[in-house]
């Protein structure tokens, strides 16, 4: 069956960094264009970073641009996103996902497959 699993979440400081990781099996990995999401308690799900199914395409929210960083290795079925300089507002549940197109959107109802999540929390 289809399975998004994140990892990477943690606890880190203001400035500090994380490398969230979600490893993809039960469909075909390089014909989906891949996302990561995030949300903080008490708000909506908000857009962070899409990557086109080749990788050579990738598109940021303005908050999170020059600071994380989108990736993906089709021989491992798993995208990345390297996230650095990170502050307090960017605490929250951390999800991929998964849409079969070629670019990806920033619009959570056009994935077709979501991970459980993973938290990041970053202290001030």
């Known amino acids: 069956q289809v399975q998004l699993v994140e990892s990477g979440g943690g606890l880190v400081q203001a400035g500090g960094s994380l490398r969230l990781s979600c490893a993809a099996s039960g469909f075909t990995f390089s014909s989906y264009a891949m996302g990561w999401f995030r949300q903080a308690p008490g708000k909506e799900r908000e857009f962070v970073a899409v990557?086109?199914?080749?990788?050579?395409?990738?598109s940021y929210a303005d908050s999170v641009k020059g600071r994380f960083t989108i990736s993906r290795d089709n021989a491992k079925n798993t995208v990345y996103l390297q996230m650095n300089s990170l502050k307090p507002e960017d605490t929250a549940v951390y999800y991929c996902?998964?849409?079969?197109?070629?670019?990806?959107?920033?619009?959570?109802?056009?994935?077709?497959?979501w991970g459980q999540g993973t938290q990041v929390t970053v202290s001030s």
């Open positions: 990557i086109s199914r080749s990788g050579g395409s990738t």
């Open positions: 996902a998964a849409a079969r197109s070629i670019f990806g959107s920033s619009r959570f109802y056009e994935y077709d497959y």
